[in-house]
């Protein structure tokens, strides 16, 4: 496909369980960011990559939030041991990282950890 | 102090009214601006990016004052379509750190 997808589309999970989260990005894009939006507030910025750099971290919440990406490609965002407070909206974003870096989104993925 | 900042709203108008949205970046070298709109628990999508000039795409204008630090966004003849949140972004361009910084978006409600 043309977009960035994210998988699985919907996740249920239980407090204490591990998570990942996957994001595919459009063929060609060279950065990749990880956002999270919990019910009717706004984006918060978790992780940037961009080409070969060292990843932004700046923005994940705790150390049970990883992320990482293979190839310069798929990203896989990780949370461990699930907290009921990590329910979200999970959205990936991928860009050229060039001129004016117009971010296209991947449709999310909602997590909910009972 | 937050990077970029926006009225919350809700702005609720009625079908064919004008609204006019303004945003406010704190960073004076940031370099590209851009409104996104989201629908309800959909993705952001692009809507328009905002040049120095102003720029215009049917009903919709986008302008950027420098001097003040903030673009706006302007909706004429407003259409139940309207109906979303309106996300500023401003593009700061650190390099090998994150750039771009979102408001926590303005949400609109048209009303038949």
């Known amino acids: 496909g043309a977009g960035v997808s994210q998988s699985p589309s919907n996740k249920v999970t239980e407090k204490g369980k591990d998570v990942e989260l996957r994001c595919d990005p459009i063929s060609g894009h060279t950065a990749l960011y990880w956002y999270r939006q919990s019910l009717g507030q706004g984006l918060e910025f978790l992780i940037y990559f961009q080409g070969n750099s060292a990843p932004d971290k700046s923005g994940l919440p705790s150390d049970r939030f990883s992320a990482e990406r293979t190839g310069g490609s798929v990203s896989t965002l990780t949370i461990q041991r699930t907290q009921q407070e990590d329910s979200a909206v999970y959205l990936c974003?991928?860009?050229?990282?060039?001129?004016?870096?117009?971010?296209?989104f991947g449709a999310g993925t909602r997590l909910s950890v009972l | 102090r937050k990077e970029v900042e926006q009225d919350p709203g809700p702005f609720n108008v009625p079908e064919g009214a004008t609204v006019a949205f303004n945003c406010t970046y704190s960073n004076s070298a940031s370099q590209s601006f851009f409104w996104y709109r989201q629908d309800c628990r959909k993705e952001p999508k692009l809507l328009m990016s905002?040049?120095?000039s102003g720029n215009e795409d049917g009903r919709f204008t986008a302008q950027l004052n420098r001097a003040s630090q903030y673009i706006s966004l302007l909706i004429r003849d407003s259409k139940l379509s309207d109906s979303a949140t309106y996300l500023c972004?401003?593009?700061?361009?650190?390099?090998?750190?994150?750039?771009?910084?979102f408001g926590t978006g303005t949400r609109l409600t048209v009303i038949p």
């Open positions: 905002v040049y120095s």
């Open positions: 972004v401003v593009n700061e361009r650190q390099t090998g750190a994150n750039n771009l910084f």
């Open positions: 974003a991928s860009s050229t990282g060039l001129g004016w870096d117009i971010q296209y």
